[in-house]
């Protein structure tokens, strides 16, 4: 996952179905997707763009996006980490987690 909270498609197949060639692992990709939309009720919620999925932010909230955002809000108040310790701390706490347990 990027930095503007998107995969590429490639590395999603590349994850999801490592044994398959492009092509099947293509149309494995784009079946799992067509299905998840299927689920959700909603085709709107996953953008696919130039190669690239993502989350459509303005519909769907993201934990990890969410404590990102208000950790970020900590450190830049007043440009001072002073005194930040018991916010950042309770912000951790809060987190559902676990973070990124055994992933890459």
Request: glycine content about 6%.
């Amino acid at each position: 996952i990027s930095k503007d909270n998107t995969c590429s498609l490639e590395t999603l197949q590349d994850w999801l179905w490592p044994d398959l060639d492009g092509d099947q692992a293509r149309a494995a990709c784009e079946q799992a997707l067509h299905r998840l939309r299927k689920l959700l009720g909603r085709t709107d919620l996953i953008v696919q763009r130039e190669g690239k999925l993502r989350l459509a932010s303005d519909k769907v909230w993201v934990d990890l996006a969410d404590c990102d955002a208000r950790l970020k809000s900590l450190t830049t108040t007043n440009g001072e980490t002073a005194g930040l310790r018991p916010e950042a701390e309770a912000l951790f706490l809060a987190f559902p987690g676990p973070l990124f347990l055994h992933e890459r």
